[in-house]
């Protein structure tokens, strides 16, 4: 089965710096992966998905995500936080196309400091 | 757009106890889930359905009954209450081709006393 592992559980940045959120996954074949954000009580809401046509993807609210296959990681980020970003952040994979069931990280909550 | 709908928001249970969580969605969506969320271990899949009348079972099924007799409505039953099912509950669903694009509703505040 998939998996993928998030690195850090918890992130803090100051307003206008790099938010970089890891994740890295295991796959034996290429994988759709995912990132989804969860606003405090709220369900979650895609960000964006690599489905293998291009490496670097680009999301809402300005972030985007790097697939390197050599590295199997899938890093999101975002140039410049804003206190709007705090939320939790969670990376999925799925196994291939059609396959609706994603397995998700455990999940990396964003604080941003003023 | 009500998207997915989910019912009751929060729920306070005693062992033993059975109840059933709604879910209903208006986007005509083939695919619909549930997943329960745990601080530190992200989402786990419990049951998932391809179209009315099928489902199957995700990572962690056991306690849960589903059904799916039309394509609006997915419920959620627990059986017999337990304090390990305290959780939150979230229902999604997703259209045919869109691997991945799940569309959650607002969650269900599970208390199992």
């Known amino acids: 089965a998939q998996s993928v592992t998030q690195l850090g559980s918890h992130v803090s940045v100051s307003e206008g710096a790099l938010v970089l959120l890891r994740c890295n996954y295991s796959?034996?074949?290429?994988?759709?992966l995912f990132w989804y954000v969860q606003y405090p009580n709220q369900g979650l809401q895609l960000l964006l998905k690599y489905t293998s046509a291009a490496t670097l993807v680009k999301g809402i609210n300005g972030f985007e995500a790097e697939f390197k296959k050599s590295e199997t990681s899938f890093h999101l980020t975002k140039p410049s936080a804003h206190m709007s970003d705090a939320a939790e952040y969670f990376c999925?994979?799925?196994?291939?196309?059609?396959?609706?069931?994603?397995?998700f990280g455990a999940g990396t909550t964003v604080t941003v400091r003023a | 757009n009500a998207g997915v709908t989910q019912t009751p928001k929060f729920q306070v249970l005693k062992t033993g106890q059975s109840m059933t969580l709604q879910c209903a969605q208006d986007?005509?969506?083939?695919?619909m889930s549930w997943y329960r969320q745990d601080p530190g271990m992200g989402l786990r899949l419990i049951h998932y359905s391809v179209g009315a009348g099928i489902t199957d079972q995700g990572e962690v099924p056991n306690g849960y009954n589903v059904s799916r007799s039309t394509t609006e409505d997915f419920p959620l039953r627990l059986l017999s209450a337990a304090p390990s099912q305290t959780s939150v509950y979230f229902c999604a669903s997703s259209d045919r081709g869109a691997t991945g694009e799940l569309f959650f509703g607002e969650g269900s505040r599970l208390t199992v006393l």
């Open positions: 999925a994979v799925s196994d291939e196309r059609g396959d609706y069931k994603l397995s």
């Open positions: 796959s034996s074949v290429p994988p759709y």
């Open positions: 986007m005509n969506h083939e695919y």
